[in-house]
C-alpha cells in the first residue's frame, strides 16, 4: 500500500508533526548520531508490525527502544549501579543496554521478540531528542533501511529505500556516527554484545573490569542473539485441523483458542503472535498447534518466528 512519503525539515513544527504521526501509529525516520533510525511507538504492536512491513525484515529480532533520558528508561529496563554508570559516561550517545524488562511496562511483544529483557538507548543529536521529548514515550527504532541493504545516514538514503512506505523523514542532514550503536548485555555480567560506536576499552574503562564476550553458539550473527523466546509446548505448524488435546492459535475464521487475526490480517497477527504465544504456553497442556500463515509480506517473519519456536531443542 503506497502512501505519500512527506520530507520534513527541522523546524519545531517538524518535529511536532513527526511526533504526531508517531502518536497515531505511523512509521517516521529520524536522523540520530548513529545512523537514521525508523520509528513506531513502542507500545503500540500494529506500528512495530508496520516497522517490519516498510523494511520487508523477513525476521522478527528484538527492537532498540530510544528514550529521552535514563530517568525515561527506568520505566522499561531494570536498572542497576552498572546501568547508571554507563548511562551517566555515554548518553546520549551510540550505546545500547540490554536490561531485564520491568514487567508490564506497556511495551508490544513485538519490540522484545518476546524475550524479558529489553534494548535501550539515548540518542544525541537536536532532532532525535527533540522527537522523543516531543513524543514523550518509547520509540521502537531498527535502522531505516530496507532490510540487507546498508543503513542510512542521510535523509535521501532513507527515501531511496523506503519511499511510499513509511509516513515520513525528518531531516537532520548527515549522520554524525555512521556506525551502529554499540550493545551491552546487563542482564548478567556486563557482556559486549554488538561493537559499534563506543569502543570496548572506553566501556572497561568506566566498568573497571572486562567486557564478557557471548558465549560460542549464542550469536548466529554480529549483533543478532539466537537465543530467542521459545514456548515450553511442543509446536506443530500449518494444522489444518486440530487433534484432541492441542491448544490451539488460529488464523482467519475458525474455531480456536486464540486467533492471531480474524480477518486475516498479517499486521495484526504479527503484533499479537508473541503475546498469543505466552498466553497459551502458560495454559494447560503440553502442545501448541498454529494454522497456515500465508508466507507473503509479514508472513514470511511470523513463519520464520513459527519454525524457530517449533524446532527441536
Ligand atoms: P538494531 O538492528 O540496531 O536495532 O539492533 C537490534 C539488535 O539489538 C538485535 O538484533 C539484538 O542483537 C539486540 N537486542 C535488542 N533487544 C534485545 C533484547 N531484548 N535482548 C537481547 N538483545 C537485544
Ligand atoms: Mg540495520
Redesign the pocket.
Known amino acids: 500500500m503506497a502512501k505519500v512519503t512527506q520530507h520534513l525539515g527541522f523546524s519545531a513544527q517538524d518535529v511536532a508533526q513527526a511526533a504526531d504521526l508517531l502518536r497515531a501509529g505511523d512509521c517516521v525516520a529520524f536522523p540520530t548520531e548513529t545512523v537514521y533510525g525508523l520509528g513506531a511507538d513502542a507500545r503500540n504492536g500494529l506500528a512495530v508490525a508496520a516497522i517490519y512491513e516498510a523494511k520487508g525484515r523477513p525476521s522478527f529480532?528484538?527492537?532498540?527502544i530510544h528514550v529521552a533520558d535514563a530517568n525515561s528508561a527506568r520505566a522499561f529496563g531494570q536498572w542497576s549501579d552498572t546501568a547508571q554508570s554507563l548511562a551517566d559516561a555515554f548518553w546520549p550517545g551510540p550505546l545500547?543496554l540490554?536490561l531485564p524488562l520491568v514487567p508490564n511496562a506497556g511495551l508490544s511483544e513485538l519490540v522484545?521478540a518476546g524475550?524479558p529483557?529489553?534494548?535501550i538507548r539515548v540518542p544525541a543529536g537536536d532532532l532525535a531528542q527533540g522527537l522523543l521529548r516531543s513524543f514523550d514515550g518509547p520509540v521502537a527504532a531498527?535502522?531505516a533501511n530496507p532490510s540487507g541493504k546498508i543503513s542510512p545516514t542521510t535523509a535521501e538514503h532513507v527515501l531511496a529505500g523506503l519511499t511510499g512506505k513509511i509516513a515520513a523523514v525528518l531531516d537532520g542532514g548527515a549522520c554524525a556516527v555512521g556506525l551502529?550503536?554499540t550493545?551491552v548485555?546487563l542482564t548478567d555480567a556486563p557482556t559486549l554484545?554488538?561493537a559499534g560506536g563506543v569502543p570496548r576499552e572506553a566501556i572497561e574503562e568506566v566498568l573497571g573490569a572486562p567486557l564478557h564476550d557471548p558465549i560460542a553458539g549464542d550469536i548466529t550473527a554480529p549483533?543478532?542473539?539466537s537465543s530467542h523466546y521459545a514456548p515450553n509446548a511442543h509446536i506443530r505448524l500449518n494444522a489444518s485441523s486440530w487433534e484432541a488435546g492441542e491448544k490451539t492459535l488460529g488464523f482467519g475464521q475458525m474455531e480456536c483458542d486464540l486467533n492471531l487475526s480474524e480477518s486475516g490480517d498479517l499486521s495484526q497477527a504479527a503484533a499479537r503472535l508473541f503475546g498469543h504465544l505466552h498466553a497459551l504456553d502458560a495454559r494447560e497442556g503440553d502442545r501448541i498447534a498454529v494454522a497456515p500463515i500465508p508466507e507473503a509480506g509479514l508472513g514470511a517473519a511470523i513463519n520464520d518466528r513459527l519454525r524457530r519456536a517449533a524446532a527441536p531443542r
Open positions: 529480532n528484538p527492537l532498540i545500547s540490554v522484545t524475550l529483557s529489553v534494548a531498527p535502522s551502529e550503536s550493545i548485555g554484545l554488538r549483533g543478532q542473539l
